[in-house]
C-alpha cells in the first residue's frame, strides 16, 4: 500500500519545494480543489476534484491507494482547519504523510507585520460557521478564514449589530496571488456596502493598525472576577461586594462556555457581567425591578463591552416566558418575594443545573433553604463576613461589612434520583 502525500502549496506554487514538485509530478492520482488543481494543469495522471461531497471524495482515494502513488493538495498547513484533518479521521495516520507549509493566517499576519501568537483564529467553514461573535468581546486580535457566505460583509454586519466596537477590520483578499489586496477600515459601515475578492481572510485588531493617521479605538475596559466595586456604577451601595461576588460566582460552578443564566435582582449588574466573561458563547439575562436601576446596568454593560447580557425590567416572575431555560440562576435580590421566585426558577431550571442565592436576611436565608428542600435539590450555606482595611492616622483598622448568605443548591438529574 503507498503512502498518502498531503502536501500544503502554502501561499503559490513557488512556496513549494523540489521535493514536493517531484512527488506532484509522480503522482498517479492528484487529488485538490479546483484551484490547486489548475495549477498543476499539465499534469499527466489522473485528478480528482475535492468537492462539498467529502466523502465520496475520501472513499475513491481508500480504494486507489493500494495501486496509485495518490498526492492531495492542500491550500496553506493542511493540518490546519485542512483536508488533513480530515484525512486523518478516515485514514490510518501510518499512510498519511503531511507535508506543511506556511498557513493562511500565518501568511496574513506577515503581511501586515503583526504577530500573531496572540491572536485568536476562527473558521467560518462549514460546522464552525455558527460562531458565537459575542465572545469576541474580551479579545484585541482575531482572525477569520471566510467562506464565500460567510465574508467581510458578513463579519462587519454582525459587529455592527451587536455593538462589538473598537476593532479596525483589515481584508486581505488574493494572498500570495498576483491580485494580492490589503485594505484596512476603522469603520464597519465602510466594509459592510463593500464587495470583495475570493479567497479572502479578516484580521480584527483593537490596538491600532500599521497604517498611518489611522485612530486607535479606545480599548474595553479589562475584566476579571472579583472587580472593585469602584469600577461599577450602582446606586447606594447596592452593588453584590466584590469578595462576596467572587465566592458566588464560584458557587455558580460556570463550566461551558454556553450556559444561560438569569441573574434575577439584577441591581448594577455586576455578578452578570463578570458571570458573561466565563460563559462568552452563552448568555446573561439581567432581570431588574427597579426602574431606576436599568441605566445603571446599561452603563456598566457598554463599559466593560458584554454584548451576550439581555436586560429586562420586569417584576420577576412576570415576564418569565422571555427567558430561555437557565442553566444557572442567581438570586441577588427577592425580599418577600423570594419563595415564588425560587419556586419558578426551580421548576425551568436544567437537570443538573445550579441556583445561588445571596440574602442578609435570616428570614430570607431559612426561606431558601426550606424551597430547595422542597423541590429536591441539593444544597448547601455558608454565611460570608468581610472586613476590609481602613487607614487611620497611625496605621489600618478593619470595618466590617454585612455579613452575607449564600445558598446554593443543585437540580436533581432525574426522578429517579429523588428520595
Not at 467560518?124 to 460583509?153: C, M, N, W, Y
Request: with cysteine; hydrophobic share 40%.
Amino acid at each position: 500500500m503507498n503512502p498518502i502525500n498531503v502536501i500544503g502549496i502554502g501561499q503559490g506554487k513557488r512556496d513549494l519545494t523540489t521535493t514536493h514538485l517531484t512527488l506532484i509530478k509522480g503522482a498517479d492520482l492528484l487529488v485538490g480543489g479546483r484551484r490547486h488543481l489548475k495549477m498543476f494543469a499539465d499534469h499527466t495522471g489522473d485528478t480528482l476534484v475535492i468537492t462539498g461531497a467529502i466523502e465520496q471524495v475520501i472513499d475513491q482515494i481508500k480504494e486507489n491507494m493500494v495501486h496509485k502513488k495518490i498526492v492531495v493538495l492542500a491550500s496553506g498547513d493542511p493540518l490546519f482547519y485542512g483536508i488533513g484533518s480530515t484525512l486523518s479521521r478516515h485514514i490510518d495516520k501510518q499512510h498519511l504523510v503531511i507535508h506543511a507549509n506556511i498557513s493562511s493566517v500565518a501568511a496574513a499576519f506577515a503581511a501586515i507585520g503583526e504577530p500573531w501568537h496572540d491572536a485568536k483564529v476562527v473558521s467560518l467553514h462549514g460546522k464552525f460557521s455558527q460562531f458565537p461573535f459575542s465572545s469576541l468581546a474580551g479579545e484585541s486580535k482575531v482572525a477569520f478564514l471566510t467562506d464565500i457566505a460567510r465574508d467581510p460583509v458578513y463579519i462587519a454586519s454582525t459587529l455592527i449589530n451587536l455593538k462589538l466596537v473598537g476593532f479596525n477590520i483589515c481584508v486581505l483578499e488574493n494572498l500570495g496571488a498576483a491580485e494580492e489586496k490589503i485594505s484596512w477600515f476603522d469603520d464597519y459601515a465602510r466594509v459592510a456596502d463593500l464587495k470583495f475578492a475570493s479567497p479572502n481572510i479578516v484580521i480584527l485588531l483593537k490596538e491600532g493598525t500599521p497604517q498611518k493617521n489611522t485612530p486607535i479605538k479606545n480599548v474595553p475596559h479589562e475584566t476579571h472576577i472579583g472587580m472593585d466595586d469602584s469600577l461599577y456604577r450602582h446606586s447606594k451601595g447596592l452593588i453584590t461586594k466584590s469578595e462576596i461576588r467572587s465566592i458566588s460566582l464560584s458557587k455558580l460552578e460556570l463550566v461551558r462556555r454556553d450556559h444561560i443564566l438569569w441573574d434575577i435582582g439584577s441591581g448594577s449588574g455586576s455578578v452578570g457581567i463578570e458571570a458573561s466573561c466565563q460563559i462568552p458563547w452563552g448568555q446573561v439575562f439581567a432581570v431588574e425591578k427597579n426602574q431606576t436601576r436599568i441605566p445603571d446596568i446599561i452603563h456598566n454593560i457598554k463599559l466593560f463591552d458584554r454584548s451576550n447580557i439581555k436586560i429586562l425590567n420586569l417584576d420577576f416572575p412576570e415576564g418569565s416566558d422571555q427567558l430561555k431555560d437557565p442553566d444557572r440562576v442567581f438570586i441577588g435580590g427577592g425580599g418577600s418575594a423570594l419563595e415564588k421566585i425560587m419556586n419558578i426558577c426551580c421548576v425551568r431550571l436544567k437537570e443538573q443545573g445550579r441556583i445561588v442565592i445571596n440574602t442578609i436576611l435570616i428570614q430570607n436565608m431559612e426561606t431558601a433553604i426550606r424551597v430547595l428542600k422542597q423541590n429536591h435539590f441539593s444544597y448547601e450555606m455558608i454565611q460570608i463576613q468581610v472586613s476590609r482595611s481602613k487607614p487611620m492616622p497611625y496605621g489600618d483598622r478593619l470595618e466590617p461589612l454585612n455579613p452575607v448568605w449564600i445558598i446554593s443548591g443543585k437540580k436533581p438529574q432525574s426522578k429517579a434520583e429523588v428520595k
